[in-house]
């Protein structure tokens, strides 16, 4: 009896352990569209600057939640993309170039996937045909994050109202 019950409790340890290290496995644009020829899903981009309070605010809070990044990993192919980036970056044959302005500047990918409304963060969502379904500008904890989710990854935008969606659906994470 005691056997099972340190037992039990090991095992309880460990799932929670397991639960805790779980996060979202973010790749570059180009991994996601990669793997998204392979095998067809939504893909989910987080644009972010590095000095943007509220973006590390969103990782260590929204992201870090072990149930959040489970379903982004799950549901989406999860892009992270420094809207600042310098370096080059070439999509469906096109080159997106950093853009100098002053002391800051900015990756023209970035002018293109927020139609020039450079808001930080901001998460972009693409359905499995690499077509844009929402820019969601701003901060999402978990509570208001999570039906934004279910809502784009389960396909209900498609046959849904948001307000209605909304009203009905219970948190789960």
Request: glycine share 4%.
């Amino acid at each position: 009896m005691k056997k099972f019950g340190l037992l039990s409790v090991l095992l309880l340890f460990s799932w929670l352990s397991f639960a805790q290290k779980t996060k979202v496995n973010w790749l570059s644009f180009e991994e996601a569209m990669v793997l998204n020829k392979k095998n067809p899903k939504k893909i989910l981009v987080d644009v972010y600057t590095n000095w943007c309070y509220y973006c590390k605010v969103m990782d260590k809070k929204t992201y870090s939640n072990p149930k959040v990044a489970n379903y982004i990993n799950t549901h989406f192919y999860p892009v992270k993309f420094n809207a600042e980036q310098k370096e080059d970056l070439t999509i469906s044959g096109v080159t997106y170039k950093y853009i100098s302005n002053g002391r800051r500047g900015h990756n023209a990918f970035a002018v293109a996937l927020l139609e020039g409304k450079l808001s930080y963060p901001t998460t972009v969502f693409f359905n499995d045909k690499k077509e844009i379904i929402l820019r969601l500008p701003g901060y999402l904890d978990v509570k208001s994050y999570e039906p934004i989710l279910v809502f784009l990854a389960e396909d209900f935008y498609e046959t849904e109202n948001w307000e209605a969606f909304v009203k009905e659906y219970k948190n789960t994470f």
